[in-house]
């Protein structure tokens, strides 16, 4: 009798995403038809196959990680654990010359120590290597082979492999980090919240590293984000079809547009910033689609016509800091007051006291997480002329 091959089977898709962004993940998943079976603060779940993770993979640009479940039950004690990871047929899931890591969450009164649950899990998938093949892979805490995820969480035990591996916010292509960069995928949410369309202007003062200008580009070009990554948890498992990724690599690359539909403007005081931010986005191969030039913020040329312009300014945490910050957030006020009628506005800051130095009525304020800090991304209409009733 043939054995069971957990990735041959359509299963749960677990899909993460920074906290707060599971709207805009889902507004991503919607045209691809996927029924949504679950919505959370920081995931979504659908269900599908280990090749459809693939895809997901390539396509998603708020998504941390695609996680296929392998597993889901009870378990009250690390011995159980232990037990329930080797049912699993992980010789027809993990190469035997592979490398296997193990990552986690875990919150569970059976053991005092998240690590030790990370410890049995490994055991217990290299004892059954062993077991049904004679031979061990190698394990460690490295995520660019297979990865499997371990959530454990009061009684309720969820094993999933981790088809991404490192976290898709890594695409790749920020190779000079600058100071203080905001996450790929925060960036792809800012630019959802923005409404958007890749088809008006859009305008980036301050631009530092161009994360959020590479973001804008490869939405305008609609090229996939994972297209600028060469490596995926999904291609050490047994299952994965290289012919069959290949086919869809270039199925989403001819979906590209070969022009960029509308002009993207991204400038920074900083002539070493300017030269990262044109650097990544060279690997990231939007150069093109980009005009990057060094001036003040407030000295960026907009193009005729609509659009939108978006400035990440600095928060600020010490009194001298936020005296001078008073300043320059006053600034960001006058320059859309007297140089960005038409366009509509956006500062995105994790102080909000800083924030009503702008000087503007926000019209909506939208809620993010960097990391740990509270952000908004407030929104100013900036008309041309007097304001309609």
Same mark, same amino acid.
């Given at each position: /009798?043939?054995?069971?091959?957990?990735?041959?089977?359509?299963?749960? =898709?677990?899909?993460?995403?920074?906290?707060?962004?599971?709207?805009?993940?889902?507004?991503?998943?919607?045209?691809?038809?996927?029924?949504?079976?679950?919505?959370?603060?920081?995931?979504?779940?659908?269900?599908?196959?280990?090749?459809?993770?693939? /895809?997901?993979?390539?396509?998603?640009?708020?998504?941390?990680?695609?996680?296929?479940?392998? @597993?889901?039950?009870?378990?009250?004690?690390?011995?159980?654990?232990? %037990?329930?990871?080797?049912?699993?047929?992980?010789?027809? =899931?993990?190469?035997?010359?592979?490398?296997?890591?193990?990552?986690?969450?875990?919150?569970?009164?059976?053991?005092?120590?998240?690590?030790?649950?990370?410890?049995?899990?490994?055991?217990?998938?290299?004892?059954?290597?062993?077991?049904?093949?004679?031979?061990?892979?190698?394990?460690?805490?490295?995520?660019?082979?297979?990865?499997?995820?371990?959530?454990?969480?009061?009684?309720?035990?969820?094993?999933?492999?981790?088809?991404?591996?490192?976290?898709?916010?890594?695409?790749?292509?920020?190779?000079?980090?600058?100071?203080?960069?905001?996450? #790929?995928?925060?960036?792809?949410?800012?630019?959802?919240?923005?409404?958007? @369309?890749?088809? #008006?202007?859009?305008?980036?003062?301050?631009?530092?590293?161009?994360?959020?200008?590479? #973001?804008?580009?490869? %939405?305008?070009?609609?090229?996939?984000?994972?297209?600028?990554?060469?490596?995926?948890?999904? /291609?050490?498992?047994?299952?994965?079809?290289?012919?069959?990724?290949?086919?869809?690599?270039?199925?989403?690359?001819?979906?590209?547009?070969?022009?960029?539909?509308?002009?993207?403007?991204?400038?920074?005081?900083?002539?070493?910033?300017?030269?990262?931010?044109?650097?990544?986005?060279?690997?990231?191969?939007?150069?093109?689609?980009?005009?990057?030039?060094?001036?003040?913020?407030?000295?960026?040329?907009?193009?005729?016509?609509?659009?939108?312009?978006?400035?990440?300014?600095?928060?600020?945490?010490?009194?001298?800091? =936020?005296?001078?910050?008073?300043?320059?957030?006053?600034?960001?006020?006058?320059?859309?007051?007297?140089?960005?009628?038409?366009?509509?506005? *956006?500062?995105?800051?994790?102080? *909000?006291?800083?924030?009503?130095?702008?000087?503007?009525?926000?019209?909506?304020?939208?809620?993010?997480?960097?990391? @740990?800090?509270?952000?908004?991304?407030?929104?100013?209409?900036?008309?041309?002329?007097?304001?309609?009733?």
């Amino acid at each position: /009798m043939p054995s069971f091959d957990s990735l041959r089977n359509k299963s749960t =898709i677990l899909i993460t995403c920074p906290k707060g962004l599971s709207g805009y993940l889902r507004n991503e998943l919607e045209p691809i038809a996927f029924p949504i079976t679950g919505e959370y603060a920081s995931g979504i779940s659908i269900r599908g196959s280990f090749d459809d993770c693939m /895809m997901l993979n390539l396509k998603l640009s708020t998504a941390h990680h695609v996680l296929f479940l392998l @597993k889901e039950c009870t378990c009250t004690s690390a011995d159980e654990l232990y %037990k329930t990871v080797r049912t699993i047929d992980w010789e027809n =899931i993990i190469p035997l010359d592979g490398y296997v890591c193990v990552t986690s969450v875990v919150h569970t009164s059976s053991i005092t120590d998240s690590r030790y649950a990370n410890v049995r899990c490994k055991d217990a998938i290299v004892d059954r290597l062993v077991n049904k093949t004679g031979k061990r892979c190698n394990s460690g805490n490295e995520r660019n082979k297979t990865v499997v995820f371990l959530y454990w969480v009061d009684n309720r035990l969820c094993l999933y492999i981790d088809t991404s591996g490192e976290p898709l916010s890594k695409r790749g292509y920020r190779i000079i980090p600058g100071s203080a960069p905001m996450q #790929e995928t925060l960036a792809a949410g800012v630019i959802a919240a923005t409404q958007w @369309k890749g088809t #008006e202007n859009f305008v980036n003062p301050m631009c530092g590293s161009g994360t959020i200008a590479i #973001e804008a580009a490869l %939405k305008a070009l609609n090229k996939a984000p994972g297209l600028t990554r060469s490596n995926f948890g999904f /291609m050490h498992c047994l299952s994965f079809d290289p012919g069959a990724f290949g086919q869809l690599r270039k199925k989403l690359e001819e979906m590209q547009h070969t022009e960029c539909p509308s002009k993207i403007i991204a400038t920074d005081h900083s002539t070493e910033a300017i030269a990262a931010a044109q650097h990544n986005a060279s690997i990231a191969g939007v150069e093109q689609c980009i005009e990057f030039s060094v001036c003040d913020f407030n000295e960026t040329s907009l193009p005729i016509g609509k659009g939108i312009i978006i400035l990440n300014p600095e928060y600020g945490y010490r009194m001298g800091e =936020i005296d001078t910050l008073k300043l320059l957030y006053r600034d960001i006020g006058n320059f859309f007051k007297n140089k960005c009628r038409g366009y509509t506005g *956006f500062v995105f800051t994790g102080n *909000f006291d800083l924030a009503k130095f702008v000087g503007l009525k926000a019209k909506r304020k939208y809620p993010f997480l960097s990391g @740990k800090i509270d952000c908004r991304l407030y929104e100013y209409e900036l008309y041309e002329g007097s304001r309609p009733n």
